[in-house]
């Protein structure tokens, strides 16, 4: 028997020195995203796409995470996070290190991108930097196609201060009466029904060198500000500034006095397109004193929610140049596979007049031989997943399809599909997360698309978001009724499908189809179930069983044996999970953790997480899936889903976790995990104090990049589609 080793000293582990703040750890995963923009390996056109995502998620940021900590203080809350920070504090760390982020973004898309652009033929001009036939262009496109949309608001006594929508770009203008000197301030909409950036047509896209460009044009609110005599006639015009808002757009929902869930979110979403309290002004650098106090007046904000900048504003409107027709500048085109298994499938007929005389096994004969990993975006999500809901809305022998749906596309094959299904006469029943963050608009059209045809849709649970991503397939074969399962850590999305990295597990064991059968019957109706025969549900037995999960290795290291955990996810805020990796650390539990975003665990404290390694992973595509390994004595333990260690996830929505019973596919999976801790290109080592260290090959030749190794492993197992 090995020998026992003595427990460790008491610490108290509540102690805010080991937390890192949640924001702020959020901040530096969104300066990860903006290396990528700046790193020189990085495709050109990629590093547009970065700048855009690096402002699209600091948008989302303040819409949510900075609104409620000024909610919070305007409620004088004082309690404190775990990592002993008021909220007041919170918002001065926030600007503190988001200054020098904004400021680099933007130095970087004007002092390094743009001359790179304008290199490789692309030219994002000033309207000054304009030739006179480029100017006429631009001057009759703008009487022809923006002058009628324009609305200028005067602001006056008699005319109050315009309500300014989220996200919008304006031009603040300064007029002058000519006869009385008196000079106004107006406001004028860009309108973002436009497209932000107007090309030239090519006979007008000649570069100082004589040759054609890749792109010419300038920003739609250049071609506004120098036509500005049309809006304002007879009156001269003595300076414009662009500004932009960014509004509180969280959802406030009563939901225990809500009678209609539905009706109750269509009236929050009116709300937020009208907008909340402004948290944010973006101006340029060169915005007078006078105006720049004006609009902080007007808007009610104070100099700490200025965030000025030298260049354009709204960099999230970048992202349109990823449509430009250069594939040079991109990273190559993703290639996706079917898996083996599942090519010379025998397809459904949709025609009910033509037998079905095709060869080959159908799609429940290949699951019924062994469970499926499916691993996107290296494998198709269409020849995979889209592809079992679309066999069983056309297989006569099913008689159920039961879902989740979180986040969707629009005119999604799957809708499509559970449409089709119910016109076939199955019963078909789907719970649509109508609180699911800024998708609230297209979960209600799919919501009553599908109501429309039979489906039964519930609309999530009060006090719960429904975060699983399951589906189940009811069929009879012969004399009995078998359960197909589909369990996954991403939504039922096929545009993101393309672009996150995610798993799903396709199998018809009986206890997973009993297990889901509990979970739509706790989901739709009124049931409480509490325990389940494999797989973990929040916020039910989740987190008990992640901590005994945790404390099973640490038990077995201080019985002398090994103990490993592995686990790959999202985000790791929740204290409890963080207190019990500390204490399994201290124990001498070798831990390793894949966390692409939030991760407030400290790992490398001397008697802490010595034994802890934290990295995040940030590429082409966005690590979405959730993996989970316990050593286990070498009995080992593995998992997939939809939940992160967060107290969301945990305690206040529907998650699901599925072990991996199939040996192949544990492997896989570890295989995967071992990859991914490989990677020298696009991990980065979290630090003790919060901040992370890019790893670096020694050469081009050791560079070892996990996304791209999982692509060619793919490629390799099969043929592309």
Known sequence: MPKSKKTAPSINLNDSKYYINRELSWLEFNSRVLHEACDQRTP?????????????NLDEFFMVRVAALKQQVDAKVNSLTPDGRTPEQQLDEIRLHLNPLVKKQNEQFEQVL?????????????????????????????????????????????HPFPYISNLSLNLAVVVKNPETEEEFFARVKVPNVLPRFIPLPSELGIDNNGKTANWIGVPLEQAIAHNLEYLFPGMNIQEYHPFRITRDADLELEEDEADDLLLAIEQELRKRRMGGTPVRLEIQSQTPEVLRSRLLQDLELSENDVYAVDGLLGLRDLMYFMALPLPELKDPPRQSVVPSRLQRLREPSIDPDVLDVEEG???????????????????????????????????????????TLYRTSGDSPIVNALIAAAENGKQVSVLVELKARFDEENNIYWARRLERVGVHVVYGLVGLKTHSKIVMVVRREKARMRRYVHIGTGNYNPKTARLYTDLGLLSCREELGADLTDVFNFLTGYSRQKTYREILVAPVNMRDRFLELINREMENVQNGFSGRIVAKMNSLVDPEIITALYNASRAGVQIDLIVRGICCLRPGLKDISENIRIISIIGRFLEHSRIFYFYNNNQEEIYIGSADWMRRNLDRRVEVITPIRDPEIAKDLQEILGIMLADNRQAWDLQADGTYIQRRPYDDS???????ILMSMALRSTHTT
């Open 44 to 56: 050109l056109l990629e590093r547009l796409k970065f700048l855009a995502i690096f402002s699209s």
């Open 114 to 158: 743009q001359p790179l652009l304008a290199n490789h033929g692309i030219h994002i001009l000033k309207y000054i930097e304009m030739n006179e036939k480029q100017r006429n262009y631009l001057d009759n496109y703008f009487k022809e196609q923006i002058f009628p949309v324009l609305t200028p608001l005067a602001v006056d006594p008699s």
């Open 361 to 403: 096994k159908d799609f429940f004969a290949v699951i019924r031989e062994k469970d499926l990993l499916v691993h996107h975006p290296y494998q198709s999500f269409s020849g995979t997943v889209e592809r079992f809901i679309t066999h069983a809305a056309w297989d006569p022998q099913v008689l159920a399809i039961k879902m």
């Open 702 to 708: 050791q560079e070892a990049n996990s996304q791209k």
